[in-house]
């Protein structure tokens, strides 16, 4: 949660409050585990996509366990989590304007699963 406080004032209050929450869930559940439970990635446009998805090779952006939708100033947020491991998990934010129709078709069908 240190970390996050500098993206405060980043992040509009909705988006900085649902990455919040998962960053507290990561910290209770896993950290007090001892377990290295996440990581939780902030993309803002496609570049920063595919950056993430070039050093993160072996993750399908397709391949979800959860999907939120965060409605902030009328744009819609994904959070999407990818199980990158048994114990590992990443929490995508990312505008939904910036993924394929195709990928954006599949990943909202699972929004019923949240």
């Known amino acids: ?23 507290k869930i ?3 559940y896993y950290s007090s585990q001892g377990i290295d439970g996440g990581a939780v990635i902030i993309i803002k446009d496609l570049d920063d996509l595919e950056a993430f998805l ?3 090779p072996g993750v399908d952006i397709v391949n979800i366990e959860y999907v939120d939708v965060i409605e902030d100033d009328g744009q819609l947020f994904l959070n999407l989590a990818i199980l990158a491991g048994t114990e590992y998990q990443f929490s995508i934010f990312l505008p939904r304007a910036i993924l394929r129709p195709d990928q954006l078709e599949k990943i909202m069908s699972m929004e019923g699963l949240n």
Request: glycine letters at 0%; a negative charge.
């Open 54 to 56: 070039k050093a993160h």
């Open 26 to 28: 990561y910290e209770t």
């Open 1 to 23: 949660m240190n970390e996050l406080s500098h993206l405060q004032q980043h992040l509009s209050e909705n988006l900085f409050a649902a990455v919040s929450e998962v960053t």
